[in-house]
C-alpha cells in the first residue's frame, strides 16, 4: 500500500535551515506529483507547493518562494523539502503528500519544526 | 487568492443524526475542462488530514457512503449521515482549480 514515511522532529535556530524528507513507498514514486502542506499551531493548512520527480518541474505558492526549496532523489524515492531563514513564524507541522487526479491524496505523518534559540 | 469560507466553525451532533458543513468560494470552482476541483478532508486528532470527497461529490477509496459531498459553483456542502464516533476531527475544504491551491478554515465536529 501507499506510505509516505516523513524525518523526524526537528529543534532548530533562528535564521538557519532545515531539510525534511518524505520517503515513498507501494507506488511509482517518478510518476505523481508530491504536494507540502504546512499547518502551523492551532491553524489551518496552507499548501506550499508540488515537486513532479519525474522530471524534478516544480510549483510553489508565492508566499512560499524563496522559503522552501523541494527537490527529490529517484534512487531513493524520497522527496525533500528545505526551510530556509527560519523564524518563529516558520514552527509549524509539515506534510508531503502524493497526488493523485490533482490533488494530495495519501499523506505522510507530518515533521513539527520548531524555530527557537 | 480563492477564499474558501466554511460555516459553522464548530458543530456538536447526537451520535445517529446528520451533521452538514458548508463551503463557499471567492470565485467558481469550475475548471476550464468543466471539471471542478472541490474536495473535502477530515483531520482526526493527532493524525493527518485524510481524503474523503474529491471533485465535489466523489467518495474516495473506503469512505463510507454516509459521507455525501455536493454543490456547484461557488457553493458546497459535506452532509455526514448517521454521525459515528469516528466522525469527530475537523473536516475542511480544498480547491485545486486556482492557483494557489487553498483550505477553507475547517469546521470542528464534535459528539454531544
Redesign the interface.
Known sequence: QVQLQQSGTELVKPASSVKISCKASGYTFTSNYMHWIRQQPGNGLEWIGWIYPGNGNTKYNQKFDGKATLTADKSSSTAYMQLSSLTSEDSAVYFCARDVMGIPSHWGQGVMVTVSS | DVVLTQTPVSLSVTLGDQASISCRSSQSLEYSDGYT?L?WYLQKPGQ????LI??VSNR?SGVPDRFIGSGSGTDFTLKISRVEPEDLGVY?C?Q?TH????????TKLEIK
Open positions: 476541483y474536495e493527518s488530514p485524510q481524503l474529491y471533485g474516495f475542511y480544498f485545486a492557483d494557489p491551491l487553498t483550505f477553507g478554515s475547517g
